[in-house]
């Protein structure tokens, strides 16, 4: 292999890349990381970090260069600079895709245009659509940005209307925005795929996640459904990833509402519902990512044995570094770092993994143990 062969790229160097990097320099590759900040923890296993913004053409054109393919860690990244590497290098996935997962209003609307259950919604792009957006919907309702959210950033609960309008008031800026019927919820799960430029599908089993402030909590994987409604909603990921074109590792977010599934979003990278692949599939997210965009066969996405992850959060940090003794105690667990230097509050620092007999018994023992490292 030459060098340009051997070299990948990525968009973003945030935990997500950090854990790309290092499934492929484990397989033997060049990694050169794009991300504006200094402190990315990918940069710290990268073989290059070109520190500046997304935008910035050289750097593009530098990494178009060097690597045989680039990938992304995040759908934040402006689709117009994926279209700039396209013309030089391989891109997976590809911008068309990435600019229908950024946008909730895309993304909502291409789910509704594929036949795809979404729960009920309206856009809103001024303040008459909000208004009858809000009595199409009901309340309580969600309101949510169309462009930039995540870990349940940009968006708000609403039960009345004085408060939705106090919100618009507050923050004009923030239309348009996507007004969502607050959903009953069963159970959160999540699908994870992989699909080959050739079509191939590859999926892990179906995760069951527990959200707290509208940030993912814990994992518990298999997750405790039905085969009937796994199987309905890795169905509809592929579907997606299909109508697509999608290539590389992919993550559908499902709500289980009223024992109905609805689609609540795409995401065009891993996924953190999928941490748990790294201890317990034969091939985690990370190497299948690599995998994919290497143009090499898919490993097995087996699960070995059961799992649960807990995200670990910057709260933990209150009072200092937590007592990570308490969790190498533990034999049946993994502790995962990202090397970030200032743990704020909602921030995610890094997360456990406990492999288990079974779901039940591994998460008794991470439930003991995150109380544990609270109570320190
Ligand atoms: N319409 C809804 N009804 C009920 N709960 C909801 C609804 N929308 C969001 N939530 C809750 O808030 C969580 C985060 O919402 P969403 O996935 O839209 O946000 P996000 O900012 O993209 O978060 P992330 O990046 O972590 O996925 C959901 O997983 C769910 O627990
Ligand atoms: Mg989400």
């Known amino acids: 292999m030459n ?22 320099r484990t397989m033997g590759y060049d990694v050169v990381v794009l991300d504006p900040d200094p402190e990315a923890p990918a940069a710290h296993f990268a073989t290059r970090h070109l520190c500046t913004p997304f935008t910035d053409a050289q750097a593009l054109n530098d990494l178009a260069r060097s690597c045989s393919a680039v990938t992304t860690e995040f759908e934040n990244v402006p689709a117009s600079s994926l279209d700039i590497l ?20 895309l993304e909502k609307t291409f789910l509704q245009e594929q036949g795809i259950a979404v729960g009920a919604f309206s856009v809103a792009r001024c303040r008459e659509s909000f208004r009858h957006g809000l009595t199409q919907v009901g309340l309580p309702a969600i309101i949510k940005t169309s462009r930039f959210g995540y870990d349940g950033k940009g968006q708000y609960r609403v039960d009345t209307l004085e408060q939705a309008n106090d919100i618009l008031e507050r923050e004009p800026a923030m239309l348009p925005v996507v007004i969502e019927a607050l959903l009953p919820l069963d159970l959160e799960i999540s699908v994870i795929l992989a699909r080959s430029a050739g079509d191939e599908l590859s999926f892990w089993p179906v995760a069951e996640n527990r959200h707290s402030q509208g940030i993912l909590d814990v994992t518990l994987a298999p997750a405790r459904v039905s085969g009937v409604l796994a199987g309905q909603a890795q169905d509809t990921a592929a579907t997606i990833a299909r109508q697509l074109d999608y290539v590389g590792v992919m993550a559908v977010e499902f709500f289980v509402s009223q024992g109905r599934l609805l689609v609540n979003e795409i995401a065009p990278r891993p996924h953190n519902s999928g941490h748990y692949t790294l201890d317990a599939c034969m091939t985690s997210q990370f190497e299948q990512q690599v995998r994919m965009l290497a143009g090499l066969p898919a490993g097995s996405t087996e699960q070995l044995r059961p799992a649960v992850m ?23 667990l993994k502790l995962h770092l990202y090397g970030k230097q200032d743990p704020r509050p909602g921030r995610k620092m890094g997360h456990f993994t406990v492999l288990g007999t079974s ?13 544990a490292l609270r109570q320190r």
Request: glycine share 10%.
């Open 86 to 105: 396209a013309s030089d290098t391989v891109v997976r996935p590809a911008a068309q895709a990435v600019a229908i997962a950024q946008n909730r209003i």
């Open 310 to 332: 807990v995200n670990l959060l910057g709260d933990l940090w209150a009072e200092g570094t937590p007592p990570w003794a308490l969790l190498y105690a533990e034999p049946t």
């Open 359 to 371: 779901v039940e018994q591994a998460l008794g023992t991470a439930e003991k143990l995150r109380h």
């Open 3 to 24: 060098r340009k062969e051997s070299t990948l790229g990525i968009l973003g160097g945030g935990q997500l890349g950090r854990m790309f990097t290092c499934a492929a």
